[in-house]
T-cell receptor, first 119, second 113 residues
Framework: GAGVSQSPRYKVAKRGQDVALRCDPISGHVSLFWYQQALGQGPEFLTYFQNEAQLDKSGLPSDRFFAERPEGSVSTLKIQRTQQEDSAVYLC?????????????????FGPGTRLTVL | SQKIEQNSEALNIQEGKTATLTCNYTNYSPAYLQWYRQDPGRGPVFLLLIRENEKEKRKERLKVTFDTTLKQSLFHITASQPADSATYLCALDPSGGYNKLIFGAGTRLAVHP
């Protein structure tokens, strides 16, 4: 079956350009997460959606980062005026349910990521 | 500060041996801890979850332990194979809420024939 897909897989941007990264979650998955992974590091949480509602954006590093999921399925992460420090792999993950915690853990399924290089 | 630590150096072992990876955390009291596998150019893949009231969890050749007193989890791969070579990440949800995960940096495992 289809997993989480992300596009583009690779993106090269000149410093100052705006970029848009797309995530297609697994159909029917309520929760969607964006993570940023620097080279040699683990993924770092950016933001979380439950359906179309952005419930947590505490990990977004600056107001240049913006994410949306207008119809509760596809999500877009937009980075304005890219900087070299934005170079990283951006991972999207989705999970079936909305609630969390011990009794109702929902496995996160990750996409392959978009590797962003800012020159 | 809150953090998760994993062995930063790569672990090299011979095929057939048991690989043991360590995950230590500070200033968290997670209700559960998870282990993921990540191959180059791919996203992490969920392997196992262990709850705070579970001392040990097994899945095929994988075994995870969770010591909430030591704030440590150990991840074992028995009868290792070259196909087990990958980076292994531990992760926890500090809030016990909607599964917002905090990851360690990962340990790279190389299994040699």
């Amino acid at each position: 079956g289809a997993g989480v897909s992300q596009s583009p897989r690779y993106k090269v941007a000149k410093r100052g350009q705006d970029v848009a990264l797309r995530c297609d979650p697994i159909s029917g998955h309520v929760s969607l997460f964006w993570y940023q992974q620097a080279l040699g590091q683990g993924p770092e949480f950016l933001t979380y959606f439950q359906n179309e509602a952005q419930l947590d954006k505490s990990g977004l590093p600056s107001d240049r980062f913006f994410a949306e999921r207008p119809e509760g399925s596809v999500s877009t992460l937009k980075i304005q005026r890219t900087q070299q420090e934005d170079s990283a792999v951006y991972l999207c993950a989705s999970s079936l349910g909305a609630s969390g915690g011990v009794s109702s853990y929902n496995e996160q399924f990750f996409g392959p990521g978009t590797r962003l290089t800012v020159l | 500060s809150q953090k998760i630590e994993q062995n930063s150096e790569a672990l090299n072992i011979q095929e057939g041996k048991t690989a043991t990876l360590t995950c230590n955390y500070t200033n968290y009291s997670p209700a559960y801890l998870q282990w993921y596998r990540q191959d180059p150019g791919r996203g992490p893949v969920f392997l196992l979850l262990i709850r705070e009231n579970e001392k040990e969890k097994r899945k095929e050749r994988l075994k995870v332990t969770f010591d909430t007193t030591l704030k440590q989890s150990l991840f074992h791969i028995t009868a290792s194979q070259p196909a087990d070579s990958a980076t292994y990440l531990c992760a926890l949800d500090p809030s016990g809420g909607y599964n917002k995960l905090i990851f360690g940096a990962g340990t790279r495992l190389a299994v040699h024939p």
